[in-house]
């Protein structure tokens, strides 16, 4: 028992004490899955801010948005054009999701719209399965102008490695999160957005319709996807195994809230960092890869103690 | 139309509760069962029975398990491939630690280990709600894919990582195991489903089913009047998982004959989730015919593209034809084919009127 | 001869024929009510049980023979037993109708000399105090329901298991040996009940009807129809309505089958599907009213059903009642009749409760032809009776194999009928009234010495020896020129048309004829719904240009019709209008059993009568006082536009006769 | 009339005190410092502007809030918080100011979950829907059939109640607050939104229930004249606290009570 006790509690400290260069190197790695985390759940509250859907099809998108790229450029079609074509696919997805599921299911319940986005997922699977093919590919990183290799760095007594296509990938995450900051407190378009979280009669007084706003934020999301598809497929491989990782998007969510921008980047961060530290100093003890449900726990346990999250506001039940 | 109930009366309350109250549905049920159990195992082939008869009994069996859950006591769930799997594996360890212990009394006690896996993941439950509560269920989902894959104790150490279904043998007649016939194997998995699926539906006409679905639609309100929520759900999360784990335990042992721990991922709980959407929350004939529609549909697509496509094309294409009916039917149906057939129903009852 | 043996055996009173079924269908059920959401069933013997007990608590409570005892509210168990129970002492039951308010209870009670009132709940004993401040005679009330009545501190007023309580008591104390012997002394010429008839002019006159006169009429009926003891009927009528009395009461009693009371009269659509009646009997609204509701849904139905309708409604006018009747049909009209009757009969008939009639009865009025045909062409062997209060119902019915839509059928065994000459209907039977109660100049008007009664009727035998009604013998009559003018003819081919629910036609006397209609607010209201047509009220739907547009064509199409037939090719209606109200019994316009209170009418409107008459006027201001459910006062006024029509050019001469 | 006289006289004995209770949310207070009592087998009226605290004091009776300060009597056990349900348990149910039924149910299975309290046959027996199970179904059946007599909702009965017009959900809400036989009935606006047919339906529905089962009730209501006709003693709350007590008559005449609520709300 003691035993147990002192591998959870002391040991992790010891380690870290003895060899900080791999405690650094751990919370770096931490830090980039973090940075996607936070991506996929930042498509994700995009769109269920602006229209209340549970998407779990965010995911997929991430994953359908990478095979897309990949896809075209093997068959022949410049970089430059494939990312281009890319941007324009998922408008057209953004446009049919609306088209086709969300104006048939207005007003439903949420369950209901949670169960087609299921379906969705299902349907970007089977078709981009069988458009590019079942198997694993890789990202044509170079081809678009991301950079290849790693620095690497004097720590603490010990050698950090940072791939360069993860510090592009942090650099490009804060961008984007600063642009979407931009085009949703500048513009005339992105002000509504944030009016039909709140007021969808103080949306439509600013001209748009809802149908308009949804393909919008579905868009938003889908831009936000398919650059979360090309920094995960620079860093592994381009596959529908992806879907599965995206789940972590969920504690990530619950520890941020699902409305609340800044808490999926600070939700993502936690997540990311804590899985791959736990996952490093507490993994050994029962057998390893307890990063695949960890971040579950980890929510769990918050959830217990701040059922509304972090950035939520306290539920009042009234009757 | 079928439906003339002129003349059927009732003189008492048990005869008003009754499953099937009006004659021609009793008739019907009473016609299915006799031809599930005396015409259908020696009629249909092999093929018929390992493929379609026996999974779409056995994951209807786990979609009503996870409809108590879900339908009955809306509490979403994403971890019943994992509570199916602590039936598999519980059901492994039971007959190796007693292997002369009928082997249907092992699949049906099996079904208590996932009750108890289900009551500790459902304890969240009390303090979170709706979607989030998707999220703990997940961790259970993940927390035993992982430990069936970690804990070797857990499928007797063996090289394959897999469990292995031993021969057990009832009256000499082998009932798991590969000597088991097809048809023994439907016969026994018929039996399981067809009794614990009238036990359910006594507990879903009952005080218990009533005090699930008051806090599937207003637990405030329910707990105003004297419902105790924690209680209500855990029963919810015990019952369900018990249905889940036999299912489990059936699936390995009556059915695939072997399994990894793939053969409960988290796909898994989406097919059953599928199941019970698409069938009808809240009703356990949407349990079976979800289970039905969705097991046989890619099978049904296979033999219709098989012989001109490649197999790895139909797959993809059978998964994109159920995502696109997936969102088909909650458009035309949202309420799944048993609200289908409820609406058939009431059309068959009013026969030629409209109202 | 039935009549004799039956003595011979002791079963000439229904006291005594609860004790022979008590024995005899012991176990057989005697009444189900559908009371708290299931079928309450009790058998003959312990139908027996309740009755003892209930008879001898009233004994108890100081009823004796010769006491009335009213009985008031809906069709229950506890109230048909009171009726045994009250016999069974020699007490008279005076059922009264239900909805009649204190006033014209207070005169039926008053007249009746009642001492004693069983009523139904709290509302009905409400009323009996009220009417208790003036008509002091009244010692006893019992009530079936408490429901509000716990804290009531009034004397005399004991609920019905209360009295049953102090019955069964006195049963333990040797009282049933006396209740026994009361019954035997139990003769047939003892009165078994008197009915108020609610008469369309004047005040109720109390019918008293003999033990030997009811339990005649029973045993015809019984033989005639040959009903067992396996029917199955439905009480949903008024309890004070003599159909409801033999039907409900003295046939159950004399071949022991089941009656079984509604949950309540919202529900006995629902109720009579339940049970599947075996033996049915409704005024002609009722089947009015299905026939109403059918048509109302099939519009509102898909087009290719209603299509498949329209067609097998087509084959069942063409051949259904040859069907029925026996005659001979071709092989493919019979197959095709087969698959309308699993696509549309049978379903139609399983929706309203009627697959298991064996024998359904109109009367009370003269139902449509088109009516008629409409259920016998379904299968549904439909017959029509006529019969009278002072006949203890019966006096003519159509038998099996001689239905013919135009009459009321011929004479049952034993009851004479004849013609005078002034056109009215006389008859004879065991079943004839003793008297008028307290009412001798009026016994004297209507029966004769030798014991025929006036029927009131016009009609004739036709070669077939079955009877005719053409209208009441006073209300038939002639325009100034001499034409024969039958208001209730008319009536009755307008108010076949769902839209239509109530008519009144004018011609006696004047120069043309013309016509009030009250629409009927379901059909033309769900109508208005499919065509948008807005409206706040039904006058405001009654004064709708397009609804006066579709009366306009069912007035045209009467007219047709009238047109074709000789006799009364001249009382085409020539000028209507559309009633601004609907004539409602509360208002008094119509009697508690939904018939015209024709003179009433035409007085209470007559500036619009006057209008009708005068060629010159399109449309009439009037001022109508009504009655709210709650007995307030109100007034509706508007302006009724009226509309003339082109009279249709009358036909050839050889003429089918008026039906 | 007669009827409600009588109990008047008879009633004496407390049911239910409050004393000194205070509630609020966060800075926002709901409720200040509010003494008052019912007594067994009266009706009593709580009346007051909107956001007097009516509401929040039903709430606060039946545990579903708690309050910071004060406490809380009945039938002779003091708290000063309780679970919702133990409050149901002691004999207090309710209705709800926007009707709260399960939509998903019909009326008679919602009218049954009322009874689930007086229930106690455990779970072995109803998976098999045998023996006590299936007795105990039947006898709580006809309990609630009686209900449904009594609220006159007899061709509704196996209609799911999501289907329903508002005037009868009330109808069945009240139902199955009867069905857990309360000894505190609470009901929060029981007529809102009714026309008057509906209004002197639900009257006399609430009068029969006091009446019939000798039910004590606590009636939030917005119509002062149906608070007139039912009531024995009224309070009233203004701005979470109580500005006057007693019976209609003296509340109507008193001038604290016609400047904050008929001069304001109305």
């Known amino acids: 028992m003691g035993e147990i006790l002192h591998g959870i509690f002391i040991n992790p400290f010891i380690e870290i004490a003895g060899a900080p260069d791999l405690f650094v190197q751990v919370l770096w790695e931490g830090f980039v899955s973090g940075t996607l985390y936070a991506l996929i759940a930042l498509g994700f509250v995009l769109i269920f801010k602006a229209s209340g859907v549970f998407n779990f099809a965010q995911g997929i998108m991430v994953v359908f948005g990478a095979l897309s790229l990949v896809g075209l450029f093997a068959a022949g079609v410049p970089a430059w054009l494939a990312l281009i074509l890319c941007i324009g696919i998922m408008f057209g997805l953004a446009w049919g999701v609306e088209r086709v599921v969300l104006r048939n299911l207005v007003n439903q319940e949420p369950i209901i719209l949670f169960m087609a986005t299921i379906g969705l997922n299902y349907f970007l699977i089977g078709f981009g399965e069988f458009i590019f093919g079942g198997e694993p590919k890789t990202m044509i990183t170079s081809e678009i102008g991301l950079p290849t290799g790693s620095f690497d760095f004097e720590v603490l007594g010990g050698l950090v490695s940072l791939q360069q296509i993860d510090v592009s990938a942090a650099v490009i995450a804060g961008l984007l999160v600063a642009g979407l900051a931009v085009f949703f407190n500048k513009t005339r378009i992105g002000r509504a957005l944030r009016a039909v979280a709140d007021d969808h009669q103080a949306a439509m007084s600013v001209g748009i319709t809802l149908q308009q706003i949804w393909v919008i934020v579905w868009f938003a999301a889908g831009i936000v996807a398919l650059t979360t598809g090309i920094m995960w497929g620079a860093r592994s491989d381009v596959s529908f195994a992806l879907s599965i990782v995206a789940l972590k998007a969920l504690p990530v969510l619950i520890l941020g809230g699902f409305t609340s921008v800044p808490g999926a980047i600070v939700g993502g961060l936690i997540i990311g960092i804590s899985e791959k530290l736990a996952e490093f100093y507490w993994g050994p003890l029962v057998g390893g890869s307890i990063e695949s449900w960890f971040p579950y726990f980890l929510a769990l346990i918050f959830l217990w103690f701040r059922p509304q999250g972090l950035f939520g506001e306290r539920i009042i039940e009234r009757v | ?355 | 001869m039935a009549t004799e043996t039956a003595q011979a055996a002791g079963e000439d009173t229904f006291p005594k024929l609860l004790l022979r079924n008590a024995v005899k269908f012991a176990d057989r059920p005697a009444i189900r009510e559908k009371d708290l959401g299931i079928w309450q069933t009790w058998t003959w013997s312990q139908v027996l049980d309740e009755v003892r007990a209930f008879a001898v608590g009233l004994s108890a409570l100081g009823i004796k023979a010769g006491d009335k005892v009213a009985i008031v509210g809906d069709n229950r168990p506890r109230l048909y037993w009171t009726m045994c129970a009250a016999q069974s002492l020699g007490a008279v039951p005076i059922p009264v109708y239900q909805d009649s308010v204190a006033e014209e209870m207070k005169f039926v009670l008053e007249h009746a000399g009642a001492t004693c009132a069983v009523v139904e709940n709290q509302e009905q004993v409400d009323k009996i105090l009220e009417i208790r401040e003036s008509y002091k005679a009244i010692k006893t009330i019992v009530y079936d329901e408490d429901r509000g009545l716990k804290n009531y501190n009034v004397k005399g007023l004991y609920a019905f298991e209360d009295v049953q309580a102090k019955g069964r008591a006195a049963l333990s104390d040797g009282a049933e040996a006396i209740w026994h012997e009361q019954i035997a002394r139990g003769q047939p010429a003892d009165t078994a009940i008197i009915l108020y008839t609610s008469g369309t002019t004047g005040k109720p006159k109390g019918v008293v009807l003999t033990m030997e006169n009811t339990l005649w009429a029973a045993r015809v009926a019984n033989r005639f129809d040959n009903l067992t003891e396996n029917e199955e009927t439905i009480a949903y009528l008024p309890m004070a309505w003599v159909g409801d009395h033999i039907f409900s009461y003295a046939q159950s009693y004399e071949c022991g089958y089941c009656v079984n009371c509604p949950e309540s009269p919202e529900t006995v659509v629902d109720d009579r599907r339940e049970i599947g009646t075996t033996y049915a009997f409704a005024p002609p609204r009722v089947y009015e009213n299905l026939i109403t509701l059918t048509m109302v849904r099939m519009e509102d139905a898909a087009r290719i059903k209603r299509k498949m309708f329209d067609y097998f409604l087509a084959l069942a006018n063409r051949v259904g009642e040859k069907i029925l009747n026996g005659e001979p049909v071709g092989v493919t009209d019979r197959l095709l009749y087969a698959l309308g009757d699993f696509l549309v009969y049978a379903p139609i008939k399983n929706r309203f409760g009627l697959s298991k009639v064996r024998v359904g009865y109109t009367a009370g009025e003269a139902i449509g032809p088109e009516i008629f045909r409409f259920y016998r062409s379904l299968g549904i062997n439909l017959k029509q009776l006529y019969g009278q209060t002072e006949a203890a119902v019966y006096i003519t019915n159509q038998p099996d194999g001689e239905i013919y839509a135009d009459t009321v059928g011929a004479p049952l065994e034993g009851i004479e009928v004849k013609v005078d000459d002034s056109g009215e209907v006389l008859y004879r039977s065991p079943g004839v009234f003793k008297e008028y109660y307290k009412n001798a100049k009026a016994t004297r008007e209507t029966k004769t010495k030798d014991g025929w009664v006036h029927s009131g009727d016009a009609g004739f035998i036709d070669d077939r020896g079955h009877l005719k009604i053409i209208d009441r013998a006073k209300d038939v009559g002639h325009l100034k020129d001499g034409t024969l003018f039958p208001p209730k003819y008319i009536e009755n081919k307008l108010k076949f048309f769902p839209n239509i629910k109530e008519a009144v036609a004018i011609g006696d006397g004047r120069d043309y004829v013309a016509c009030m209609v009250n629409i009927d607010l379901t059909a033309v209201g769900s109508w208005a719904e499919r065509n948008n047509v807005v409206y706040a009220s039904y006058q405001e739907l009654a004064a709708h240009p397009d609804v006066y547009k579709m009366v306009e064509g069912h007035v045209a199409e009467v007219n047709r019709e009238l047109a074709a037939e000789e006799r009364v090719a001249g009382a085409q209606i020539q000028r209507f209008l559309v009633l601004h109200k609907e004539l409602d019994a509360d208002d008094g316009e119509i009697t508690r059993t939904a018939k015209v209170r024709r003179s009433f009418v035409e007085e209470r409107y007559k500036p619009l009568i006057d209008a009708l008459f005068n060629r010159r006027k399109s449309s009439q201001h009037i001022k109508t006082e009504v009655t709210f459910e709650d007995g307030r006062k109100g007034a509706i006024e508007g302006d009724v536009e009226i509309r003339d029509m082109t009279p249709m050019p009358v036909a050839g001469t050889n003429r089918i006769a008026a039906e | 009339m007669s009827a409600l006289e009588t109990f008047v006289d008879a009633a004496d004995e407390t049911l239910l005190a409050v004393e000194g209770v205070t509630l609020s949310f966060g800075g926002v207070q709901a409720i200040k410092d509010v003494s008052f009592d019912i007594k067994k087998g009266e009706i009593r009226a709580i009346i007051g502007p909107n956001g007097a605290g009516k509401t929040s004091m039903l709430n606060v009776i039946n545990g579903f809030y708690h309050p910071q300060k004060g406490k809380i009597t009945f039938k002779g056990n003091t708290r000063t918080d309780m679970r919702p349900h133990v409050a149901a348990t002691q004999g207090i149910s309710r209705t709800f100011q926007n009707v709260a039924l399960f939509r998903g149910m019909s009326t008679l299975d919602n009218i049954m979950t009322g009874r689930t309290l007086k229930m106690t046959t455990n779970l072995f027996w109803h998976l098999f829907r045998f023996g006590p199970a299936e007795q105990e179904e039947l006898e709580h059946r006809e309990f609630v059939e009686r209900i449904i007599d009594f609220l006159e909702i007899q061709h509704i009965r196996k209609t799911p109640v999501g289907r329903l017009p508002y005037g009868l959900q009330k109808r069945v809400e009240l139902g199955r607050a009867l069905a857990a036989q309360p000894d505190l009935l609470l009901l929060d606006e029981p007529m809102a939104g009714m026309n008057l047919e509906e209004k002197e339906d639900m009257s006399r529905f609430v009068i029969d229930v006091n009446d019939q089962f000798g039910t004590t009730i606590a009636l939030i209501e917005h119509d002062m004249g149906v608070v007139m006709d039912l009531s024995n003693r009224v309070v009233v709350l203004d701005h979470g606290e109580k500005i006057a007590d007693g019976t209609p008559d003296e509340v109507k005449s008193n001038q604290d009570v016609i400047d904050a609520y008929l001069g304001v709300a109305h």
């Not at chain 2, 039971?94 to 009928?102: E, G, I, Y």
């Open chain 2, 1 to 355: 139309m079928l439906y003339r109930e002129t003349g059927q009366f009732k003189t008492s309350y048990s005869a008003d509760q009754a499953v099937f109250p009006i004659r021609q549905d009793l008739v019907g049920i009473w016609l299915i069962l006799a031809f599930m159990f005396l015409v259908v195992p020696f009629t249909f082939n092999d093929f018929w029975l390992n493929s379609i008869m026996i999974p779409t009994l056995i994951f209807a069996l786990a979609a009503i398990g996870l409809n108590i859950l879900t339908g009955y006591a809306g509490q979403l769930s994403l971890g019943t491939g994992g509570f199916m799997g602590c039936g598999a594996y519980a059901c492994l360890k039971l007959t190796t630690f007693f292997p002369d212990l009928n082997i249907i009394i092992v699949i049906l006690m099996s079904g208590f280990f996932a009750a108890a896996v289900g009551f500790i993941f459902g304890l969240p439950s009390l303090r979170i709600k709706g979607f989030y509560l998707a999220v703990a269920t997940l961790a259970s989902q993940f927390f035993l894919e992982w430990a069936f894959g970690r804990i070797a104790w857990l499928y007797n150490y063996a090289d394959s990582g897999a469990i292995e279904v031993p021969t057990r043998r009832i009256f000499d007649i082998a009932i798991t195991g590969p000597h088991a016939s097809s048809m023994t194997r439907y016969l026994v998995v018929l039996s399981i489903v067809v009794v614990l699926t009238w036990v359910a539906s006594n507990l879903v006409r009952g005080r218990f089913g009533r005090s699930w679905m008051a806090v599937r639609d207003m637990d405030i309100a329910a707990e105003l009047i004297g419902i105790r929520l924690l209680s209500t759900k855990l029963t919810a999360f015990s019952i369900s998982s018990y249905y889940c784990g036999v299912a489990g335990a059936m699936m390995v042992f009556l059915w695939l004959g072997a399994a990894e721990v793939e053969s409960f991922d988290i796909n898994h709980s989406f097919l059953v989730l599928f199941m019970v959407i698409i069938g009808g929350l809240g009703s356990l004939l949407g349990a079976f015919l979800g289970a039905a529609f969705i097991w046989n549909l890619p099978i049904l697509l296979r033999s219709a593209f098989g012989q001109t496509i490649d197999a790895a094309s139909v797959e993809h294409i059978s998964f994109m034809v159920v995502g696109a009916l997936i969102i088909f039917f909650l458009i035309v149906e949202p309420h799944g084919f048993a609200r289908m057939w409820q609406i058939a129903k009431e059309k068959l009852r009013l026969w030629p009127f409209p109202y």
